[in-house]
């Protein structure tokens, strides 16, 4: 899973994931798995990621009816999509990585390689359905908005936007901007600088903010607010922030009625070396009152052997009544799910 992306198809019925039988965890097939009959659907086999991080970057889109991600093929990245009803691939885009879309919209956001700046340094989108491409944000607008800025952030050289994460009604997006060291090693941390965080409104054509700090955000239900690292709630259109709770947290994701949010994090502090232990957990907060539970702890340091590891990532289904996140343990890396007993009449409250 991936804590801007739920991997429960829209109706509740299937789960994406990827799977992969090598040690690092970066080739494999995405698949999705019935809930009701446990059965097993190979979507698509021989993928190619970038690393076991974000692995395909597989996500539903159109109302469930496609399946979108991204793959290394033949020496050049593509931004693909599976007709769940047809069960036919169509290349959406090449030169090319997938950001992070919205279940309720068929249209993904795109962005050239992050550690070569080429042809593709603007935000594009891409429909699903169709392959039909538009230009959505030039890296020159940007520029000439948040030059100095941009500077300031990854030093001189061309840079391009890197991995935008849409809203839940799609019409606004957040990304960051990025400057490669021309290599095409993209499996290195010295790939490429990524840094900052640019919020731009897609329905009106308009900045609305800017900040130095990228956080792991994440779009609250209400497509206008931002929650991250940190316990903080940013009002883009205010320039406001709130602090929601001291859990310890990583990766916030909130709930489908934003009255809960689920996050990971380390469960102790670092030494005095700062050093900090292997054993995770995921909570899940209460919004209003900033009390949390520890859902479930584990050590997480024993996973696919990528050179960008795992983190658990959690995040809730649309219903609200389940979270998914990844396990590093025994050797693998795994798929779980924490789910509200059927008969619960109180997660609401």
Not at 101 to 115: A, E, L, Q, R
Not at 144 to 165: A, Q, T
Not at 272 to 280: A, D, H, L, T, V
Not at 317 to 333: C, E, L
């Amino acid at each position: 899973s991936y804590f801007t992306t739920n991997p429960e198809s829209p109706d509740g019925r299937y789960v994406l994931y990827f799977h992969s039988v090598t040690p690092e965890g970066e080739s494999g097939a995405i698949k999705m798995i019935d809930r009701k009959d446990v059965s097993i659907r190979t979507l698509k086999a021989g993928i190619t990621t970038e690393d076991a991080h974000r692995v395909a970057c597989q996500q539903w889109v159109a109302d469930g009816k496609a399946v979108a991600y991204h793959d290394f093929r033949n020496g050049r990245w593509v931004v693909a999509a599976i007709n769940l009803t047809t069960g036919q691939e169509l290349i959406l885009a090449e030169d090319r990585q997938i950001g992070v879309g919205t279940t309720s919209s068929p249209w993904v956001p795109i962005y050239g390689p992050h550690w070569k700046q080429g042809l593709h340094r603007d935000l594009e989108m891409v429909h699903v359905l169709t392959g039909e491409i538009r230009t959505i944000l030039t890296i020159d607008t940007v520029l000439d908005k948040y030059r100095d800025e941009i500077k300031g952030l990854v030093g001189e050289g061309d840079v391009s936007i890197f991995f935008p994460v849409l809203s839940p009604d799609a019409q606004r997006v957040i990304f960051k901007v990025a400057r490669g060291s021309g290599t095409d090693n993209f499996r290195s941390p010295k790939a490429s600088v990524r840094k900052g965080k640019f919020v731009f409104d897609i329905a009106n054509d308009r900045f609305l903010h800017f900040y130095e700090l990228w956080g792991h955000p994440t779009w609250m239900p209400n497509s206008r607010d931002i929650l991250e690292k940190g316990n903080h709630v940013f009002f883009p259109d205010t320039n406001d922030s709130i602090k929601v709770s001291d859990v310890p947290n990583d990766h916030p994701s909130a709930g489908p009625n934003g009255r809960l949010w689920t996050s990971d994090s380390h469960t102790y502090n670092a030494d005095s070396k700062g050093n900090r232990p292997p054993e995770w957990a995921v909570f899940v907060t209460c919004m209003e009152t900033g009390e949390y539970l520890s859902l479930y702890r584990f050590m997480n340091n024993n996973g696919a052997l990528s050179w960008r590891v795992s983190h658990p990532h959690p995040v809730f289904s649309a219903d609200g009544r389940r979270i998914y996140f990844n396990v590093s343990k025994d050797g693998f890396t795994r798929l779980y799910v924490a789910s509200l007993p059927e008969d619960n009449s109180t997660h609401t409250k």
